[in-house]
């Protein structure tokens, strides 16, 4: 672990307020809402679609804690969303942050090299203004800049209904509570450039570097990077590196046709309460092999946990200077395997896993020797 300072930058950088939401571009939107809701416990808050007069898309808004996300499809083949899904399969278009000042971190994300996706516009009904603008980030994936303070906050967006909404389906609560991090897989050899990006053109500081030594395993290399805004958005950033066989970074960039995000990290305060409710709402998480448990008893000794709940639903669990951390990781939830989802609950440990890296790493390389990519 590498412990690395923020470069210098000439002008105020955006001031983000943190998440806002997280926006997927998908085939069935009614299906993932679905999934999502069923599955993982998110409730439908909100829809838009034809029948509320929003031509061409339809959208779901689901809930759980301080997460957001926004789940689309398109309803005909020339939509920017079915062009996106044909290229990518389901996955990530937009990594949406709150702001006090839309046209002000516009103006300092382009002014510091950033990519114009959108110039600032409003979108303005009954309940007030949003204000928004869109900047490019890795692949096709953008950020979206928000302002919420002249809208009402009962609604998402001009469009949205939170009438005749689908059902909650039955199932145990499963407690997240926030967005953890959100990490993107970029192109090899362009790590460096995106650490850039979110230094210069964000404000970001990375915050720690891990070389390939450090996180690879025998057959499947990476190198990664964590930038944050200091506050609350974390974004780690993977670029794949040489090892025996393909690095499952690489798997992902070819599957996916190119950079986006590969996993988001949900936030518990009891995460043994969470994957129990998860695995029982039909959840498969990436499976761990006994012997691990063997080893992280012996990592964290000391620290007093519950190791045969923890080794019977697959908890991985890994500890830093200021505390320990319990995490876990879905399979992929995508049919490409590119997007997947971790859990995580935080005891102090401001860290990501890197003791677990190659635990998780041998047990993605199970999955990927099945599908014949290894
Ligand atoms: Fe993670």
């Known amino acids: 672990m590498t412990t690395t300072t923020a470069p210098s930058a000439q002008a105020p950088a955006a001031h983000l307020l943190g998440w806002d939401c997280i926006e997927f571009w998908v085939g069935n939107a009614r299906a993932m809402a679905g999934f999502l809701a069923g599955a993982f416990g998110f ?50 278009h937009d990594l949406a942050w709150l702001v006090d000042n839309v046209d002000a971190a516009y103006a300092a994300a382009v002014t510091r090299g950033g990519r114009i996706v959108r ?5 303005t009904d009954d309940l007030g203004t949003l204000r928004l603008a869109q900047i490019g980030t890795y692949g096709e994936t953008v950020h979206t800049f928000v302002d919420r303070t002249r809208y009402d906050r009962k609604r ?30 970029v192109e090899k050899g362009k790590l460096d450039d995106w650490v850039h990006f979110y230094a210069e053109v964000m404000g970001f500081s990375p915050l720690v570097h891990f070389s390939d030594d ?18 609350k958005i974390v974004m780690p950033l993977n670029e ?21 995000v590969q996993h988001i990290a949900l936030r518990t305060d009891d995460i043994v309460a969470a994957v129990d409710a998860l ?4 959840v498969r998480f990436m499976r761990v092999p006994d012997a691990y448990y063997d080893e992280a008893r012996g990592r964290l000794a000391g620290i007093d946990l519950p190791w045969d709940e ?26 490409r395997p590119t997007v ?32 014949g990519n290894l």
């Open 310 to 335: 923890l080794q019977r639903l697959n908890i991985l669990a890994d500890r830093d200077q200021d505390g320990y951390l319990l995490q876990i990781f879905t399979e992929t939830v995508t049919d």
């Open 43 to 92: 409730r439908c808050t909100a829809y838009a679609g034809p029948e509320t007069g929003v031509r061409g898309k339809s959208s779901y808004v689901l809930e759980q804690g301080d997460v957001r996300f926004v789940v689309s499809g398109a309803l005909d083949a020339g939509s920017p969303i079915a062009q996106h899904v044909r290229t990518h399969g389901d996955g990530v």
């Open 156 to 185: 998402l967006e001009p469009g949205y209904t939170n009438e005749n909404l689908p059902p909650a389906p039955a199932g145990p609560a499963v407690g997240v509570v926030a967005i953890d991090h959100v990490v993107g897989n």
């Open 240 to 260: 794949p590196a040489d090892g025996l066989k393909k690095s499952q970074i690489q798997e992902y960039l070819e599957t996916y046709d190119g950079p986006g």
């Open 279 to 282: 695995r029982a709402r039909g």
């Open 214 to 231: 450090q996180i690879s395993t025998e057959y499947s290399a990476l190198m990664s990077t964590v930038v944050w805004d200091g506050t």
């Open 119 to 123: 110039e600032p516009w409003d979108e």
């Open 340 to 371: 997947f989802f971790e859990i995580i609950e935080r005891r102090g440990a401001r860290g990501f896993g890197e003791g677990n890296f190659k635990a998780l790493f041998e047990a993605i390389e199970r999955d990927q020797a099945r599908r």
